[in-house]
């Protein structure tokens, strides 16, 4: 559902997902970002006011752009989804694991 509504954002700012690309570098101009991707179609250069990686705790962009992840990754496996909980001990303002 989540994927969903942004990607309905998305479409709404005339901005395509492009899947399959990998981003291979990045610099920043001080008006804009200078970004190298490898996709489908071959090699492509653009020049963008922004970007946002969303990619994890391994991210590339984060790597790229020079900012440390200061986190911890663990040693375990997590399966993640979105749901509606229902029941008398379900409150709804708290998280579940």
Known sequence: VLEGIQRERLHDL???????TELI????????????????AG??????SWLAGCDGASSRTRELAGIAFTGRTYP??????????EGPSAPCDEVHY
């Open 43 to 48: 090699p492509e250069t653009l020049a963008v």
């Open 14 to 20: 005339d901005t395509p997902v492009e899947w399959g």
């Open 25 to 40: 570098s990045l610099h920043h101009t001080g008006d804009a970002v200078q970004v190298l991707l490898e996709g489908p």
């Open 76 to 85: 375990r496996s997590f399966v993640l989804g979105d749901g509606d909980v």
